[in-house]
């Protein structure tokens, strides 16, 4: 059964929603996590940053696929 283009772009769409809802959920997990952090900590505040910062532009790349994804299901 061949899928119809509307089936293949909810299907875009359902890994467009996950990717955000998956840096979300790490954004503010770490925020929580931060506020814990001791303020003379700054190696552990670095960590920090660096985990979302990571989380981010991981993301960021998972969109430009997911674009170039849409772009295929859409014109082939």
Known sequence: ???????????????FLALLVVVIWFA??????GKSIARDDVASQQAS???VLAVIFSAILGGMLLA????WVIFF
Do not use: P, S, W
């Open 49 to 51: 940053d660096a985990r």
């Open 28 to 33: 503010f997990r770490e925020r929580r996590v």
């Open 1 to 15: 059964m061949a899928l119809t283009l509307l089936h293949k772009l909810a299907i875009v769409l359902a890994a």
């Open 68 to 71: 170039v994804v849409t772009a």
